[in-house]
Antibody, heavy 121, light 107 residues
Framework: EVQLVESGGGLVQPGGSLRLSCAAS????????MNWVRQAPGKGLEWVSY????????YYADSVKGRFTISRDNAKNSLYLQMNSLRAEDTAVYYC??????????????WGKGTTVTVSS | DIQMTQSPSSLSASVGDRVTITCRAS??????LNWYQQKPGKAPKLLIY???SLQSGVPSRFSGSGSGTDFTLTISSLQPEDFATYYC?????????FGQGTKLEIK
């Protein structure tokens, strides 16, 4: 079964750090690009970051650039999101999502269940 | 950045109704448009990719159309399990913004 399982969420104070992990199984992780997408309480979906299959190409949303770092370990079938200088507005459920490529079209076809990050004093 | 605007933001409908949700891009995105369904407390689920291609396992009552800047998601005959929030998303360029969502509620 194709599966993504996030972990690492929790309560952190403003200015603190947290590292999220996403464990992949059931598919060849090293062949797929990956994303982090978040959803603040009661709000819509916000794309956060993208990493290519090799890790050589990375993109960030402006809202997290300079504070968050995406990475992956293909040997461990794992995706990570290092979050530093956290703010209250980073409070959200964080999802990892697999990117699927069909000719030139990308879409997120597999999602994890999410991990909750709460930034509060 | 390419901004995505959905309409309506919320919609009340009855089982068996035909429903259409609209998504507009701030510039042309060809057919680089995806639709997702999200139920409360659950992860999003891919419904439609490349504007009109039905994801495997998704019921055929869901369909997508459009290209350029204007797109629609249609549910031909609403079922009880379809009451959820729907999001469009452009994959033409980074950042791959989502629309603000359309909440479909039972009338």
């Amino acid at each position: 079964e194709v599966q993504l399982v996030e972990s690492g969420g929790g309560l952190v104070q403003p200015g603190g750090s947290l590292r999220l992990s996403c464990a992949a199984s059931g598919f060849t992780f090293s062949s797929y690009e990956m994303n982090w997408v978040r959803q603040a309480p009661g709000k819509g979906l916000e794309w956060v970051s993208y990493i290519s299959s090799s890790g050589s190409t990375i993109y960030y949303a402006d809202s997290v650039k300079g504070r968050f770092t995406i990475s992956r370990d293909n040997a461990k079938n794992s995706l990570y999101l290092q979050m530093n200088s956290l703010r209250a507005e980073d409070t959200a459920v964080y999802y990892c999502a697999r990117d699927r490529l069909m000719t030139t079209m990308y879409y997120m076809d597999v999602w994890g269940k999410g991990t909750t990050v709460t930034v509060s004093s | 950045d390419i901004q995505m605007t959905q309409s309506p933001s919320s919609l009340s409908a009855s089982v068996g109704d035909r429903v259409t949700i609209t998504c507009r891009a701030s510039q042309s995105i060809s057919s680089y448009l995806n639709w997702y369904q999200q139920k409360p407390g659950k992860a999003p689920k891919l419904l439609i990719y490349a504007a009109s291609s039905l994801q495997s396992g998704v019921p055929s009552r869901f369909s997508g159309s459009g290209s350029g800047t204007d797109f629609t998601l249609t549910i031909s005959s609403l079922q009880p399990e379809d009451f959820a929030t729907y999001y469009c998303q452009q994959s033409y360029s980074t950042p791959v913004h989502f629309g603000q969502g359309t909440k479909l509620e039972i009338k």
